[in-house]
């Protein structure tokens, strides 16, 4: 629903100007208006997306003696709710949006108003009597929220790249960010590529006052298993997404949904029954879904609008969604998510999508354990290290792979559902300034501390909720959708489905045969076998064919050997990745892609970077 940004500082005099410029580089985000507010300490910029309360909601928004403000991207879906109550304490409302619903909850509930709250949000207050700023992210960062202190000054916004036309910013990468993307293909650290920039966390908010910033925890990620029979869950789960669908319908224009031909966004479609559907794909044989969200919106008297991409079409893209992205993001289904986004924005400001049920029910395939892989996990760990020694050397044999895998803890193993590079191969092609000690075992270890009497499945759930989802496949699908100016909604990401999953046992969610089990049970009632049983498979993108031939690689090569490659990369190394993988020697598709992303995104941002016009 738009985006915001702001600072607070008693140094810079033309407020107004400095917040313009800073609103201005995020303009995508909300095209339909713009809204200032500033005074002696802070300055909060808004642009608008309009979807709810079109005449009155505008932002930054004030209550009723104008001692709160408040800028707020998102959506909160039970508002109406909570505003009954407000009502009934006595609280006088000017207009029917969501936002003002947040200030008089402030007022009333102060920072206990984030647990009443069902929804994807960041806002921040201002409370000009008491000179703070309290601020907030949603409990699964649906909604991206950023800060970066200087001095006793504070930025906060929605996009990094609004931080760059503030006075006083310095924009410097951040050297300990690279070896790490290089191994999950997203930006894991809290603090960003942008030295000194930090992401607020989900379920988190902040205050900060007199110079000085607290953050505290509101929500956290908990377990409760209930062994209840298989088909109430069935039951529960049916109920549980169809209310969320309502709730995430809301809204004063038309609502699409984004269509594959798997289960979630099959199942989402199904009990939304929007007006239109939209879909993407590649024209090469494998990469094509769009023939069943074709297929299924036929079913169910749905228009579907569909668009094939192509290879230059997908090269073109890269260097706008490296820019959208903020920091680089290797995930290659950002790109065709950039044409679908394109696609349904000329129809439609609002769309749904399927995020969130593979990492509440177990829906990946990583989850799933062959039953050759089970059978050897049995075998003592001791004795597992040990054949896992002895083998690790020797030339490639039927079953190695098992040995290789298992002779390790899913501790130890899984980082999430992209393993680009180990520690090691990162290091090697990089410059001695990007190299780093900190392993991914590092990272992951405090999250799988949290939940290390849990069975296997429910640790790389939980792992996957901490990092993948927030940090790639979010981040990805608010950054790329607002590009074009719409909002992306995620009804599995609910607060309520999300406590109902907690307490689903493992069993029920991945059985001998298939992941997410009782999730596609309860689909089944909605939509027909075929997409209820359909496996999981990603977006699957041509790219490791596309750069074996001349022109794609020739396109890579070139921003291999450019002049600057060399600050981080051994240019020779990356180069003898793309030789081998050309030649077929190797499949080193997806480590190209991630050393390619980064360099176009540093590209866009330090080396031809410009900042946009103003907007009059």
């Known amino acids: ?98 936002t003002e619903v947040l200030i008089h909850g402030y007022e009333e509930y102060g920072t206990d108003l984030l647990e009443k709250l069902r929804g994807m949000f960041a806002f921040v207050i201002w409370d000009e009597k008491k000179k703070q700023l309290f601020g907030a992210r949603d409990f699964f960062g649906i909604k991206p929220f950023y800060y970066s202190k200087i001095g006793e000054e504070l930025l906060f916004g929605s996009e990094i790249k609004s931080f760059l036309p503030f006075p006083g910013f310095k924009k410097e990468v951040n050297e300990k960010a690279l070896k790490h993307f290089l191994v999950f293909q997203y930006s894991v650290l809290n603090e960003t590529f942008f030295k000194n920039v930090n992401k607020l966390k989900p379920g988190h908010y902040f205050i900060f006052k007199d110079g000085e910033m607290s953050i505290n925890k509101y929500f956290s990620l908990n377990y409760k298993v209930e062994d209840k029979p298989f088909d109430e869950y069935v039951k529960l789960i049916g109920e549980s997404v169809e209310e969320s669908v309502k709730y995430h319908k809301i809204s004063d224009v038309e609502v699409g949904a984004f269509l594959s031909g798997g289960v979630d966004s099959s199942y989402i479609v199904s009990c939304a029954k929007p007006d239109n559907t939209y879909s993407v794909g590649f024209d090469n044989q494998g990469f094509d879904e769009t023939v069943y969200a074709k297929e299924l919106s036929e079913k169910l008297h749905i228009q579907n609008k569909a668009k094939m991409i192509t290879a230059d079409e997908f090269f073109d893209a890269i260097p706008m969604v490296q820019y959208h992205s903020d920091e680089p993001h290797a995930n290659l289904s950002s790109v065709p998510l950039y044409y679908l986004s394109e696609l349904a924005a000329k129809d439609v400001k609002v769309v749904l999508s399927g995020e969130g049920a593979d990492e509440l029910f177990a829906g990946y395939n990583e989850y799933e354990e062959p039953t050759i892989n089970k059978l050897y996990s049995m075998l003592p760990m001791g004795l597992r290290r040990k054949i896992r020694d002895m083998t690790k050397d020797k030339p490639h044999f039927t079953g190695k792979t098992i040995i290789m895998k298992y002779g390790q803890s899913v501790e130890e193993r899984y980082i999430g559902q992209a393993h680009i590079m180990s520690d090691e191969q990162a290091n090697d092609i990089l410059n001695k300034k990007y190299k780093n000690s900190q392993t991914y075992r590092d990272l992951t270890k405090p999250y799988y501390d949290k939940v290390k009497d849990m069975d296997d499945v429910t640790k790389r759930s939980y792992l996957d909720m901490n990092m993948w989802i927030v940090d790639d496949i979010l981040l990805k699908a608010d950054k790329i959708t607002m590009a074009h100016s719409i909002e992306l909604r995620v009804p599995f990401l609910d607060k309520e489905v999300w406590n109902l999953s907690t307490k689903i046992p493992v069993k029920y969610k991945v059985n001998k045969t298939t992941t997410k089990y009782v999730f596609r049970e309860a689909a089944k009632k909605k939509i027909p076998l075929d997409w209820a049983k359909r496996r999981k498979a990603g977006f699957l993108v041509p790219f490791i064919h596309w750069i074996k031939e001349e022109k794609y690689c020739n396109i890579v090569r070139a921003q291999f050997e450019k002049e600057y490659v060399s600050e981080f990369f051994d240019k020779d190394k990356i180069l003898a990745l793309l030789d081998e993988h050309y030649a077929g020697k190797k499949n080193n598709g997806r480590k190209i892609y991630t050393i390619y992303a980064f360099l176009v995104w540093y590209d866009q941002y330090f080396v031809n970077f410009k900042i946009p016009a103003k907007v009059i």
């Open 1 to 98: 629903m738009c985006g915001f940004v702001g600072f607070y500082s008693k140094k810079i005099e033309n407020k107004e100007e400095t917040i313009r410029n800073m609103g201005n580089m995020i303009i995508h985000r909300g095209p339909d208006s713009e809204g200032i507010y500033t005074d002696s300490e802070i300055a909060m910029g808004f642009r608008r997306l309009s979807i709810i309360d079109l005449e009155e909601g505008s932002q930054p928004m004030k209550n009723e003696d104008g001692s709160l403000i408040i800028t707020f991207n998102g959506e909160i879906y039970n508002y109406q709710e909570i505003k009954k109550d407000l009502l009934e304490k006595g609280h006088i409302f000017k207009n029917n949006s969501d």
